[in-house]
């Protein structure tokens, strides 16, 4: 049985996901498309409204028509049903770019999956008659067929009629898809001057601004123009004055040249004899520097071997250095690794000489107490020799010797207490000792982390450096960034971590409350300018959440943990990490778990999950249920390879606390014992000295006997108990010299190893020298070498000057003999004719002569020296240069005039409409914030009066009362903020809107429950007055208890397997029947 899927609305039926029949005019009825709306809602329609919205095969649509209303039309439905693709049917519709709504680059993408062809029609309101447009994408081609009014056309004539209309899918004031929502807080104050311009401005107004910087460019060209024509032209006409008097002087040069030419005609046969000889001395010169080059280029070849021989051996003493470096580096290593033994040796030895001092002490103590015992032993001997009798004090002497046993016990436990309390020191302060070396090692690890942290993100490190000089600001903990809380518990994981949670977050700080993050990021990012990242963690704990699977279930597929398993971190931080990444739900596995990752993508469904070196992401396709999975290469671990338990250095400084805490009790109670002791002492004397008084009355020759019996029994336990020191101190020793065995080949082993360190350096540095006498030489040799091919160019370009000489006076040889014989007018095979040999007779035979001839008359020309024809000419093309360049100027002058007139003129009629236009925006987007006890204001930036091109709008606002305003902009507010922002911005637009309708798709999404509320009131309220332009407001869901008007039409979008098929939809036979249901529901 055929399951039917489908897509509709109310209440007008939307789509249908059911295949297209093959023959549609027997099983799909035809529709009839109005050309205009109803007469009773004509009226309503703004001129280019949306009257109607067909589609075929287009995205997830079979067959769809929505009739929209003229005010607010409000589409709602769950994600995936098909909302969007009513926006982007509009946008292509009406000749949009695929590229408007960021969705795919090519129109064919837009087509059903499985259709070749695609099809959508608009139907626009127009007073004289409604504009139906319809455009047909053919997907092999990627191609569209236009047609209007059913009439085949083309795409210009179609974007020509929108733009009549004012209609502008490319400008996001008008048309905001929901993949372009994020870009409105991210257009330029100057685009977005223009968007408001071409959406609610006059139509002049976006041409006056385009004018104006035209004009403005125009003019600047101009000026420059002007500028560097008035620059030549004053160069020009100075240049000129410079040259006239020259012009006046040539023309009297030139009647005494005319007389020296006919004293030269004999005198180019006289100069040519002179320079051929000239010439042969030339060549001969050129020869012997020929010579000398062909030597010198002889002697280099043997400098350059020897220089390659000497570049090889400097790469083997380099390689030999390099390696030596090798060897020494390894040797300082293993004299290190020695150093290290003989210390833990040292402390060893240490720890058996305090050992044996120890029991020398208890061994001292015994003695004492023996001695005394023997003291008292005497002088009850001494007493009992001179005693006499006395019955009748028996009792209290009695008593004596009862307090005096009791004193003595207590005094003999105080002393045990007080070497027990000596013992218990001595163990806490080498306890204490290895906990401060513990703790050391791990502030060296976290330094580490932190050194990281510098190094990549140094504003982060420099706000971590802050939080904690300033904790007493924040009421709650405030966590340092992530990646410094986190510590691994296996290094090797760490790259799945890093990988799961991006770069942004390992470097946020945890906020347990929103006004403490408040605080910190207006110090920090506002006042000292830090980019720094902040994230608060969850109310509720997800810390110790369970994962949905047990781990055990897992097992089977290779997984071995969670990623929550796989370090530590305090409980804020992983409420927010399990929270937002989820990480008591991703498992991570083996190379077993790749091996088998279809099936366990079918049969765990889980969404992400790791293996070995591989990160996979599973997703569930909304329209066709299939299973999409893809993987990525896991990138190497940067930050969570240092690993620091946090948790262990805070139980060990508990620790240490603990330990002088017991320290200080060891070192009262021994203060109190001591105290004691010389009590006990005290006493115990009071008490002999009164037993003493008693006995010397009274006979106790008995009683003395048996104390005295008593006492050497005491003396006696006491000398059995004794400690051999010299066998402790025996052992001791013996323990002590094999250490020092062990110690002396250590340093044996020590000293050998520094000596081989030393004889490595030797060996380096003598190979180090020899590298410096080999570049010694090389750089000598290439001294020489430099300094003889300096010789050789020197030579050289000496040899190429006479050879040029050489060939210059060949050519003067053969011009002088040419122009002898043109002035005798001779052939090249004729002889000198008989009367210029008589004329040549009566002349100088030589240069001088002729030379002194004409001096003269040279004399004469030689004030006019450095004057050519050219001056002349040069002269008087100036002349005309400048004519023209005047004229040019004059020309460029009068239309730059024009130019600033024009601009002055335009701009009276830009600005102050313009001024205006912004000030009604900001006087509406002001009220909306105010209604919504926050704040915000519009107005029209302008950074240089003259640059049009970088006017701009700018928008400022603040959602609470202890901030100041700051510009929109895509990363100072939060998502919410900026969606408010950009709807408020489109709301005041709504009333001042020329543009015949106006899309927001999905704005909705990124606001919380109260700025929800108070936008849809004002969308409301704004788009369902009278004259307001349409509106389409798309949203997959609402608060409950919303206000609605009756100007509203609500579009509901449905998806799923029962929907009815679209020509089994009769919407006047469904309203008979509810109201029958309606008639007869309160007779039941």
Same mark, same amino acid.
């Given at each position: 049985m055929a399951t039917s899927s489908g897509k509709t609305s109310t209440p007008t039926p939307l789509a249908s996901k059911r295949p297209l029949p093959k023959d549609p005019s027997s099983e799909v009825p035809s529709k009839k498309k109005s050309s205009a709306p109803p007469l009773s809602l004509s009226g309503h329609f703004v001129e280019g409204s949306i009257v109607r919205i067909a589609m075929e095969n287009f995205l997830t649509y079979d067959i769809c028509e929505v009739c929209p209303g003229p005010h607010l039309n409000m589409i709602i439905g769950a994600n995936g049903t098909g909302k969007s693709s009513i926006v982007c049917a509009i946008c292509l519709g009406l000749a949009g770019k695929p590229a408007f709504m960021g969705r795919a680059d090519k129109v064919g993408f837009f087509v059903k999956r499985g259709c070749s062809k695609g099809m959508v029609e608009i139907e626009l309101f127009r007073s004289s008659g409604n504009l139906v447009i319809t455009r047909e994408i053919d997907v092999a081609k990627n191609q569209s067929f236009w047609f209007i009014n059913k009439k085949s056309t083309t795409q210009k004539v179609v974007e020509e009629q929108v733009a009549a209309l004012n209609i502008q899918v490319g400008n996001l004031c008008q048309f905001l898809p929901q993949d372009k929502v994020g870009e409105f807080a991210k257009l330029s104050k100057i685009e977005l001057l223009e968007a408001t311009e071409k959406s609610i401005g006059p139509p002049e107004m976006h041409r006056y601004h385009c004018e104006l910087k035209n004009f403005r460019e125009k003019e600047k060209q101009l000026e420059t123009s002007c500028k560097e024509k008035t620059e030549y032209l004053e160069k020009m006409v100075q240049r000129n004055e410079r040259y006239k008097q020259d012009v006046e002087r040539f023309y009297e040069r030139k009647r005494h040249l005319d007389l020296i030419e006919m004293l030269e005609a004999k005198r180019p046969w006289v100069e040519y004899e002179n320079v051929r000889q000239e010439y042969e001395e030339v060549k001969l010169a050129r020869d012997r520097v020929k010579d000398e080059v062909r030597k010198l280029k002889d002697g280099q070849i043997p400098i350059t071997r020897r220089i390659e021989e000497i570049e090889m051996q400097r790469h083997n003493l380099e390689a030999q250095i390099k390696a030596k470096a090798t060897d020494i580096k390894e040797t300082s290593q293993k004299c290190k690794q020695k150093q290290d033994v003989i210390e833990r040796k040292d402390k060893h030895i240490e720890e058996l000489q305090q050992a044996l001092i120890v029991k020398q002490n208890a061994e001292l103590d015994r003695q004492r107490r023996i001695s005394n015992t023997r003291k008292m032993i005497e002088d009850l001997q001494n007493e009992l020799r001179t005693t006499e009798n006395c019955v009748n004090l028996q009792p209290q002497i009695d008593d004596i010797t009862n307090d005096l046993r009791r004193v003595q016990d207590e005094k003999e436990s105080c002393e045990s207490e007080i070497i027990d309390k000596l013992k218990e020191r001595e163990t806490l302060e080498k306890e204490k000792k290895s906990v401060n070396d513990q703790i050391v090692q791990f502030d060296n690890l976290m330094n580490q982390k932190e050194d990281k942290l510098r190094q990549r993100y140094r504003d982060t490190y420099d706000a971590v450096l802050w939080l904690r000089n300033n904790r007493d600001k924040f009421k709650q903990r405030v966590y340092e960034p992530i990646m410094l809380t986190i510590n691994m518990k296996d290094n090797k994981n760490a790259k799945y971590v890093e990988n799961h949670i991006p770069p942004n977050d390992l470097r946020a700080f945890?906020?347990?409350?929103?006004?403490?993050?408040?605080?910190?990021?207006?110090?920090?990012? =506002?006042?000292?300018?830090?980019? $720094?990242?902040?994230?608060?963690?969850? *109310?509720?704990?997800?810390? =110790?959440?369970?994962?949905?699977?047990?781990?055990?279930e897992l097992k089977q597929y290779g997984f071995f943990s969670y990623l929550r398993e796989l370090f530590d971190a305090p409980a804020p931080v992983m409420s927010y990490l399990c929270s937002q990444y989820h990480i008591h739900e991703v498992p991570v596995g083996t190379e077993r778990t790749r091996e088998r990752i279809e099936r366990v993508i079918q049969e765990t469904r889980l969404k992400q999950m790791y293996t070995a070196e591989e990160k996979y992401v599973v997703k569930t396709s909304f329209y066709s249920n299939k299973v999409i999975s893809s993987n990525t290469s896991l990138k190497v671990a940067q930050f969570l390879t240092v690993t620091v338990d946090l948790e262990q250095r805070r139980h060990l400084e508990e620790h240490l606390k603990e330990i002088n805490r017991k320290l200080q009790a060891v070192e009262s109670g021994l203060i109190a014992l001591r105290e004691k002791n010389k009590h006990l002492e005290h006493k115990d004397n009071e008490l002999r000295q009164r037993k003493k008084e008693l006995l010397e009355r009274k006979n106790k020759k008995r009683q003395l006997e048996q104390k005295i019996s008593s006492k050497l029994g005491s003396l006696k336990l006491m000398e059995q108990d004794t400690c051999n020191l010299e066998e402790e101190e025996r052992k001791a020793n013996t323990k002590i010299k094999e250490i020092n065995v062990q110690k002396a080949k250590l340093v044996t082993e020590l000293t050998n190893l520094i000596k081989i360190c030393t004889s490595l350096h030797i060996q380096k540095v003598d190979l180090i020298l020899q590298n410096t006498t080999v570049i010694s030489e090389k750089n000598k040799l290439e001294s020489d070498y430099m300094a003889a091919s300096s010789q050789l160019r020197v030579k050289e370009q000496h040899f190429i000057e006479l050879d040029e000489n050489r060939q210059r006076l060949?050519?003067?040889?053969?011009?002088?003999?040419?122009?002898?014989?043109?002035?005798?007018?001779?052939?090249? @095979?004729?002889?000198?004719?008989?009367?210029?040999?008589?004329?040549?007779? =009566?002349?100088?035979?030589?240069? !001088?002569?002729? !030379?002194?001839?004409?001096?003269?008359?040279?004399?004469?020309?030689?004030?006019?020296?450095?004057?050519?024809?050219?001056?002349?000419?040069?002269?008087?093309? *100036?002349? %005309?240069?400048? %004519?023209?360049?005047?004229?040019?100027?004059?020309?460029?002058?009068?239309?730059?005039?024009?130019?600033? @007139?024009?601009?002055?003129?335009?701009?009276?009629?830009?600005?102050?409409?313009?001024? %205006?236009?912004? @000030?009604?925006?900001?006087?509406?987007?002001?009220?909306?914030? /105010?209604?919504?006890?926050?704040?915000?204001?519009?107005?029209?930036?302008?950074?240089?009066?003259?640059?049009?091109?970088?006017?701009?709008?700018?928008?400022?606002?603040?959602?609470?009362?202890?901030?100041?305003?700051?510009?929109?902009?895509?990363?100072?507010?939060?998502?919410? @903020?900026?969606?408010? /922002?950009?709807?408020?911005?489109?709301?005041?637009?709504?009333?001042?809107?020329?543009?015949?309708?106006? $899309?927001?798709?999905?704005?909705?999404?990124?606001?919380?429950?109260?700025?929800?509320?108070?936008?849809?009131?004002? $969308?409301?309220?704004?788009?369902?007055?009278?004259?307001? /332009?349409?509106?389409?407001?798309?949203?997959?869901?609402?608060?409950?208890?919303?206000?609605?008007?009756?100007?509203?039409?609500?579009?509901?979008?449905?998806?799923?397997?029962?929907?009815?098929?679209?020509?089994?939809?009769?919407?006047?036979?469904?309203?008979?029947?509810?109201?029958?249901?309606?008639?007869?529901?309160?007779?039941q």
């Open positions: 945890v906020f347990e409350s929103q006004e403490d993050m408040e605080v910190f990021l207006k110090e920090v990012r =506002d006042n000292k300018k830090l980019r $720094v990242n902040a994230v608060i963690a969850p *109310r509720s704990s997800y810390a =110790d959440r369970a994962p949905s699977r047990s781990l055990n060949l050519q003067k040889c053969k011009e002088l003999m040419r122009r002898a014989r043109q002035v005798c007018n001779l052939g090249a @095979e004729q002889t000198v004719p008989q009367e210029y040999q008589t004329a040549f007779q =009566d002349l100088p035979n030589t240069l !001088d002569e002729i !030379d002194a001839l004409l001096t003269e008359e040279r004399s004469r020309a030689s004030c006019f020296t450095g004057l050519n024809p050219t001056v002349v000419e040069e002269y008087t093309k *100036r002349e %005309e240069e400048i %004519e023209q360049l005047t004229e040019e100027l004059k020309i460029k002058k009068v239309e730059l005039d024009k130019y600033r @007139e024009s601009i002055s003129q335009v701009k009276e009629r830009w600005l102050n409409p313009l001024k %205006e236009l912004v @000030e009604k925006i900001n006087e509406k987007f002001s009220n909306f914030f /105010s209604s919504m006890q926050c704040a915000g204001e519009v107005d029209l930036h302008i950074e240089n009066e003259e640059d049009y091109d970088k006017y701009g709008i700018r928008i400022r606002v603040k959602f609470r009362s202890s901030t100041q305003l700051h510009e929109l902009t895509p990363h100072h507010q939060s998502g919410g @903020e900026r969606s408010v /922002s950009t709807m408020l911005y489109l709301m005041a637009l709504q009333e001042l809107n020329r543009c015949p309708f106006r $899309v927001v798709d999905e704005i909705n999404q990124g606001m919380d429950p109260i700025n929800e509320r108070r936008v849809f009131e004002m $969308v409301v309220n704004t788009a369902c007055k009278e004259n307001t /332009s349409q509106y389409f407001f798309i949203t997959p869901k609402l608060l409950q208890n919303l206000p609605y008007s009756e100007k509203m039409t609500v579009l509901f979008v449905y998806n799923g397997p029962h929907m009815l098929e679209p020509n089994r939809w009769n919407l006047k036979a469904f309203q008979r029947r509810r109201r029958r249901i309606t008639f007869t529901q309160p007779s």
